[in-house]
């Protein structure tokens, strides 16, 4: 069954605590590459059949008022995934 996956970050300008915690801790765990983390949100959400574009742009609507903050957060992808992948 196909799924659309959602993800969603939160705006730039916003504060990410989660992420914050996670790049002070990963030095800690032996992980020095990385300076910096934002946490962000994924959903997927499973289609019974074929993805149409009308399945998708209701993807879309739900995930700019739903499955998103859109004073604090980005949605920024609406991708389609098969089993295949």
Known sequence: MPRIVV?????PEILDPQGKAIVGALPRLGFTAFSGVRQGKRFELT??????EE????AR????????????EDVVAVTVVTDAE
């Open 55 to 58: 399945i998708l742009a209701q």
């Open 61 to 72: 609507e739900a995930a700019a008022t739903l499955l998103s903050n859109p004073v604090i």
């Open 47 to 52: 289609v019974d059949g074929e993805v149409t």
């Open 7 to 11: 993800d969603v970050m939160p705006k």
